[in-house]
T-cell receptor
Framework: GESVGLHLPTLSVQEGDNSIINCAYSNSASDYFIWYKQESGKGPQFIIDIRSNMDKRQGQRVTVLLNKTVKHLSLQIAATQPGDSAVYFCAENEYYGQNFVFGPGTRLSVLP | ETGVTQTPRHLVMGMTNKKSLKCEQHLGHNAMYWYKQSAKKPLELMFVYSLEERVENNSVPSRFSPECPNSSHLFLHLHTLQPEDSALYLC????????????????FGPGTRLTVL
């Protein structure tokens, strides 16, 4: 029979609420992290990045938090909108490295 | 539009066919990448070219052959593929810099949806 596809975790939030998407990484040498958003039929799109010398970085409606102690990254989206519905990926690499390792992704579904 | 284009957007091929995927970046970047995105695995890096030299080749089968004739163009030549190679193939580019604080953001194209029969 067919192999089971990758089962993405799904986060459903009400429009206007805040969203928090989490990502665990495994390489303690990683020191550069990016969050990407991928809408249906499109390639991943950069949202925000953070280096390991920071624990928080803010963009427009988005905040990335980095906890190096537990190797955890989170993306917070304020006042979630229908256009935020997409799959969100975290990616990590070592300083100056080009070999990004991507997480499996989380599907964000915004409810009206 | 991200400044990275890919053609074709969809491709159906038999296992004995030979085809090529094309990627072009209009951003003046010096590094280009091929990724594979399938339903079974997270996004996987296949090849990296920096300044037109291949710098990464992540144990990709030889039925996939990349070519980077210049810093703006990247090809992925396909031959004798298997049905499990069916996936979305994404091209990306970035400006690699050793300057402290420089962003290594990768700009992705829309991908080529490949189906191998």
């Amino acid at each position: 029979g067919e192999s089971v596809g990758l089962h993405l975790p799904t986060l459903s939030v009400q429009e206007g609420d805040n969203s928090i998407i989490n990502c665990a990484y495994s390489n303690s040498a990683s020191d550069y992290f990016i969050w990407y958003k991928q809408e249906s039929g499109k390639g991943p799109q950069f949202i925000i990045d953070i280096r390991s010398n920071m624990d928080k970085r803010q963009g427009q409606r988005v905040t990335v938090l980095l906890n190096k102690t537990v190797k955890h990254l989170s993306l917070q989206i304020a006042a979630t909108q229908p256009g935020d519905s997409a799959v969100y990926f975290c990616a990590e690499n070592e300083y100056y490295g080009q070999n990004f390792v991507f997480g499996p992704g989380t599907r964000l579904s915004v409810l009206p | 539009e991200t400044g990275v284009t890919q053609t074709p957007r969809h491709l159906v091929m038999g296992m004995t066919n030979k085809k090529s995927l094309k990627c072009e970046q209009h951003l003046g970047h010096n590094a280009m990448y091929w990724y594979k995105q399938s339903a079974k695995k997270p996004l996987e890096l296949m090849f990296v070219y920096s300044l037109e030299e291949r710098v990464e080749n992540n144990s990709v089968p030889s039925r996939f052959s990349p070519e980077c004739p210049n810093s703006s163009h990247l090809f992925l030549h396909l031959h004798t593929l298997q049905p499990e190679d069916s996936a979305l193939y994404l091209c990306a580019s970035s400006q690699e810099s050793l300057l402290a604080g420089a962003s290594n953001e990768q700009f992705f194209g829309p991908g080529t949806r490949l189906t191998v029969l």
